[in-house]
């Protein structure tokens, strides 16, 4: 299932995490991706969108993807 396959961390913002941003890292923990958390249901659409667009583009250049 890929709800198996994806965690969710929650860390204390600090001097390089920001609060209300949401972070996707690599298995070795690098932030590969970031996006300001959306705050309506319209814009949750729009940055789940860019999410997958990005996804896309990160995995077409890796090595596993």
């Given at each position: 299932?890929?709800?198996?396959?994806?965690?969710?961390?929650?860390?204390?913002?600090?001097?390089?995490?920001?609060?209300?941003?949401?972070?996707?890292?690599?298995?070795?923990?690098?932030?590969?991706?970031?996006?300001?958390?959306?705050?309506?249901?319209?814009e949750a659409l729009r940055r789940?969108?860019?999410?997958?667009?990005?996804?896309?583009?990160l995995l077409k250049v890796s090595r596993i993807?």
């Amino acid at each position: 299932r890929d709800r198996d396959r994806v965690s969710f961390l929650r860390l204390p913002a600090g001097p390089q995490l920001q609060a209300d941003t949401w972070y996707i890292a690599d298995p070795m923990g690098w932030v590969m991706l970031r996006y300001d958390a959306p705050h309506t249901p319209e814009e949750a659409l729009r940055r789940a969108q860019d999410v997958l667009d990005d996804l896309h583009k990160l995995l077409k250049v890796s090595r596993i993807g």
